[in-house]
C-alpha cells in the first residue's frame, strides 16, 4: 500500500486491512476453533469499530 497523508484515506486502509486479517482468522477458525484466534479477531473487530468511528468524524482536509 502506497502511504496517505489524507486522513480519511488512511483510516479507510487501516479498516481495509483489519478485514481481511479478520476474513483470514475465521478461515482459520472454520473447521477447528481455536480461542487464541477467536480472541484476536474480537480485538480485531473492536479496532474496525474504532477506525470506522474515527473516519466517520475525519475530513478529506485531514491530514495524518
Same mark, same amino acid.
Given at each position: 500500500m502506497e502511504p496517505q497523508d489524507n486522513k480519511k484515506l488512511a483510516?479507510?486502509?487501516?479498516?481495509?486491512?483489519? $478485514? @481481511?486479517?479478520?476474513? &483470514?482468522?475465521?478461515d482459520l477458525t472454520k473447521d477447528a476453533p481455536d480461542p487464541r484466534y477467536e480472541a484476536m479477531a474480537a480485538r480485531i473487530r473492536q479496532n474496525i469499530e $474504532? @477506525?470506522?468511528?474515527? &473516519?466517520?468524524?475525519?475530513?478529506?482536509?485531514?491530514?495524518?
Open positions: 483510516l479507510g486502509k487501516a479498516v481495509s486491512a483489519h $478485514e @481481511l486479517a479478520e476474513a &483470514a482468522l475465521n $474504532e @477506525l470506522k468511528a474515527d &473516519a466517520a468524524t475525519s475530513s478529506p482536509a485531514d491530514r495524518v
